[in-house]
């Protein structure tokens, strides 16, 4: 089992930034991917970015690429979020997910592909 913890959420205002971590703890030694999701109500989760454990090799959504940066501490197990120049339709509760090489194969794009969530952070930008 894996356990995500996420932390970071909050009120910010348009055009700041976002900082957003997340540990995970338990059976991690065999973590492949992990990556950085968002539900804003009455939407499905998207994808926002996503890191491969041992390389870095990073993917970013188009709507996150350019102004979003996702990095890994392999020695804490953790897993980091900036975004700058967050606007409204960055509103939504954010998600860590964690993919091991056992779970389904992909990119890591597609929510389906991992196999372990954390509870959520709620990000909210004001206008």
């Known amino acids: 089992q894996v356990l995500l913890v996420e932390s970071g959420g909050g009120l910010v205002q348009t055009g700041g930034s976002l900082n957003l971590s997340c540990a995970a703890s338990g059976v991690t030694y065999n973590m492949y991917i992990m990556g950085w999701f968002r539900q804003a109500p009455g939407k499905e989760r998207e994808f926002v970015a996503r890191?491969?454990?041992?390389?870095?090799?990073?993917l970013y959504s188009n709507s996150a690429k350019g102004r979003s940066t996702i990095s890994r501490d392999n020695t804490k197990n953790t897993m980091l979020l900036q975004m700058n120049g967050l606007k409204p339709e960055d509103t939504a509760v954010y998600y860590c997910?964690?993919?091991?090489?056992?779970?389904?194969?992909?990119?890591?794009?597609?929510?389906?592909?991992?196999?372990?969530w954390g509870q959520g952070t709620q990000v909210t930008v004001s206008s």
């Open positions: 997910a964690a993919k091991r090489r056992t779970d389904i194969s992909g990119p890591g794009v597609n929510p389906s592909e991992y196999g372990y």
């Open positions: 890191i491969a454990w041992s390389s870095g090799y990073t």
